[in-house]
């Protein structure tokens, strides 16, 4: 096991790190989506769901990849969280998600509207998704967000763009120009329930 993998460990789930600056971003996150809500903007809303229960999979996996290497998950959440959820996942980057696909939905133009002569939404997908890696190295840098495999990290970026961010934005914007409110809703229901069931099953099993 990395000295990272097991810093990340030392909090994994220990109630005794909780910080009372937890209660006012919930109410934050909870506010944006009300917000939404009352402006009956359900593009915005679900699409912003949709980006978090896409990382919610995402963060699933990585612990999968802890559990089963031993060694150290993909990407790994260490130092100073008022709750370390999962080994990549502490609260303050749960909050960061859940908020992250409403502001990426409400940048969105029209459809029709073109970048540099191409569709927006494969273009706003890389630019979104290639600040999010931006941001990732600066926190790599500060030693908070460690990356322990040869194949992620700093000297290929492109990878953490394809399979850690871009399909987020994919699936944001997706839902957000689905026509019907009711699809978005069934969409992102199966998203978050795939997560619960893994959560609950790989939880019992002793895995996460």
């Known amino acids: 096991?990395?000295?990272?993998?097991?810093?990340?460990?030392?909090?994994?789930?220990?109630?005794?790190?909780?910080?009372w600056y937890v209660i006012p971003l919930l109410l934050l996150v909870l506010y944006a989506y009300a917000t939404e809500a009352q402006r009956r903007d359900w593009n915005v809303f679900f699409a912003g769901l949709a980006l978090w229960g896409m990382d919610w999979f995402n963060e699933?996996?990585?612990?999968?990849?802890?559990?089963f290497s031993g060694r150290a998950p993909v990407w790994g959440a260490r130092g100073s969280t008022a709750y370390q959820i999962l080994i990549g996942l502490n609260?303050?980057?749960?909050?960061?998600?859940?908020?992250m696909g409403i502001v990426a939905a409400k940048l969105l133009p029209p459809r029709d509207v073109r970048i540099l002569g191409m569709p927006n939404r494969p273009v706003l997908v890389a630019?979104?998704?290639?600040?999010?890696?931006?941001?990732?190295?600066?926190?790599?840098?500060?030693?908070?967000?460690?990356?322990?495999?040869?194949?992620?990290?700093?000297?290929?970026?492109?990878?953490?763009?394809?399979?850690?961010y871009a399909p987020f934005f994919v699936a944001a914007f997706v839902v957000h120009d689905m026509p019907k409110v009711r699809t978005k809703a069934v969409t992102v229901a199966t998203i978050l329930g795939v997560d619960a069931l893994a959560l609950a099953v790989f939880g019992a099993l002793g895995w996460l």
């Open 91 to 99: 609260i303050e980057i749960c909050f960061m998600f859940a908020v």
């Open 127 to 164: 630019v979104d998704s290639a600040a999010a890696v931006g941001v990732e190295l600066l926190l790599n840098k500060a030693g908070v967000l460690t990356w322990d495999w040869d194949w992620w990290n700093a000297r290929f970026p492109l990878l953490v763009l394809l399979f850690g």
């Open 60 to 67: 699933i996996g990585n612990a999968l990849v802890f559990h």
């Open 1 to 19: 096991m990395t000295d990272d993998a097991r810093a990340a460990l030392e909090h994994l789930r220990d109630a005794g790190q909780f910080k």
